[in-house]
Every structure is written in structure tokens, then in C-alpha cells.
């Protein structure tokens, strides 16, 4: 045994933490933090066609959805508070350009003009990339002799894709290509055509992560050789996360975006800190896919693992995050509150 007499020590100390943690009134009193439906963001996946409803193999619970499906879950989204979706498309066609990405028909630009029809106030923001639309799956178009994605080749592409998803009523438009000089190119399209009121949210520290598998399944965007290591992030680097942040804002970014989430919480923190733009956090399908696993399991409560994931992303600084279950959180939170 030491000793100490330490019940003497504690009886002379006046700290003791655990007063604040007495009762929930006092915890919720003294809460840092909170998770609210209006700061998430659903993501969607859309497809071509109708009556569509295709499950993901590995996201269990998210679909692929044709436009009049994805309707009810706009209508029910608002019912639980969400406010914000963010929306892929996938194609029918796919080829070397991606041209599907700024087809005025396809899924994105009908969805985007569907959901403004039905729920007018929800913000939509389109996501705006080329890996979904193109045939070899890159974030880019890739240089026949190279096989390098051409970074100066794709600006203008992405800048006609985020014309077409503003043209078709997006309120915001998310470039995640993590092409250099993305945010300004795109910004000056918007610009030129007249949608100086769409904001940009920038992917800007947007890792190469093995989180995106089951993305990759339901997108349909495995890339057909090589990976996307040349032009997203290496997970080591931090520093470099900041000057990609930085250098997004002075093109004009208005949101700026770390993910994934979890496994960076440190660089949300660090870019939280020198920052004056919103920070949104991507809490990405392979976060998803690891808690929904280990909740079917019944290895873990779902609703708290969730929901503590959630705060740790909130506590590192994240003002939105989007996350795969807005919805099922939306739930949980009117729950609470009827109680
Ligand atoms: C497309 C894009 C990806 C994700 C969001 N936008 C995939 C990728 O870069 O491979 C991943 C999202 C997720 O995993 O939930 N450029």
C-alpha cells in the first residue's frame, strides 16, 4: 500500500470536476458542444431512370436513387430538419471526358431541379468532379499518351459542370477533383454566367484515402488503372493541408472542407485555427461502412458510436459535416427531444 492518506488529501482539495457531472441537467448545462440536424448534410447518389431504388452493397441502409425515388426522401429529410443534401450522379454513359457531368438532363441537373420544385428551401449542393462521369474513372481527363490526369485540360470541364449545376438551381457547388486551380476556375465560370450568389465548397484537404471504397462501389468509380495519388493528398502530411486550404480561400473559396473526418480530426483542428471561412468535415463512406458493420453485428450501439463520432468531428472544430446518417441522426435528435 502507499503512503498517503488520500482521503485526507481530496478533503483538503476544493476541485472536484464530477460536481458539473452530477445530474444531466448540470452536464447538459456545461455541454461544449452539440450536433443540430440544420449543420449535416445528406449525401445522394442519383441515377438515370425511374422507380430506382439500388441497394449499396457496402453501405448498408444508402441507395441508388432515380429522381422520383429520391423525392420522398427530400420530403422526409425536411420533415426531420436536415436542411443541406449534397448530390453525385451516375451516368448510364460514362466516356473519356465525362461529358454526362454537365448534361442538363442527366441525374445531377434533373435532381437538383426536382428537389428546388418540391422543397424549395432545402440547400442543394452539387458535387463536381469528373470521376463519376468518366469511363476510366479519374477525377480527370487523362492524357492519351502519358496516363497522366491533365490538370490544366480538366479546369474548363469542371468549370462547364458547375455552370450546369448552377444553371439548374444548385445553391452551392463542391468541387472535389483536388485539380490545382480548381476553386478560381470555377469561380470565374459562375461568375461569367451570372451566378455570382453560388457559393464555393471547396474540397480543399481532400486526402488519398482507403475510406472511399464503398464510394467507389456506389458511385461506380474505381478507377480503371493506377489510383488517385498524384493529385489527392498523402495521408502523412499536415502542413500541406494548410496551404491547400489557404490557397483555395485566396481563389475564392467560401467553405472549406477536410476529409475524410475521422481519421483527420487533427487537421480539422489545425485548419479550424487559422481559418476565418466555415470548415465543413466529410465523415466519408468507409466511416459509414465501419460503424453500420459493427452495429448489425450488435458490436457496438449504434446510436451512441454515431453520435460520439459526430462530436468528436463537432469538437475538432467542424461548424457542418456530412455524414451518410443525417437522417437516422435527424431521428435520433427529435427523439431526445420528446423526452
Ligand atoms: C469524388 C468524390 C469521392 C468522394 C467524394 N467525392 C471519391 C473519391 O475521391 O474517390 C468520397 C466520399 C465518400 O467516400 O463517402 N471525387
Known sequence: MIDIDSRELINDSPIRPRRLRRTTGIRQLVRENAISASSLIHPFFVVEGTGISKTIEPMPGQFQLSVDMLEPEIKELWHRGIRAVLLFGIPDEKDSEGTAGWDMDGPVSTAIARIKEVCPEMVVIADVCLCE???????????????????????????????????????????????????????????????????????????????????????????????????????????????EVELDILEGADIVMVKPAGAYLDIIRQVRDVVDVPVAAYQVSGEYAMLKAAAMNGWLDEKRSVMESLMAIKRSGADMIITYYAKEVAGWLREDENR
Open 133 to 243: 462521369y468518366t469511363d476510366h474513372g479519374h477525377c480527370g481527363i487523362v492524357d492519351q499518351e502519358t496516363g497522366i490526369v491533365d490538370n490544366d485540360a480538366t479546369l474548363p470541364l469542371l468549370g462547364q459542370a458547375a455552370v450546369a449545376y448552377a444553371n439548374a438551381g444548385a445553391d452551392i457547388v463542391a468541387p472535389s477533383a483536388m485539380m490545382d486551380g480548381q476553386v478560381m476556375v470555377i469561380r470565374a465560370a459562375l461568375d461569367d454566367a451570372g451566378h455570382t450568389e453560388v457559393p464555393v465548397m471547396a474540397y480543399s484537404a481532400k486526402y488519398a484515402s482507403a475510406f472511399y471504397g464503398p464510394f467507389r462501389v456506389a458511385a461506380e468509380s474505381t478507377p480503371q488503372f493506377g489510383d488517385r495519388r498524384t493529385y489527392q493528398m498523402d495521408s502523412p502530411n499536415a502542413r500541406e493541408a494548410l496551404r
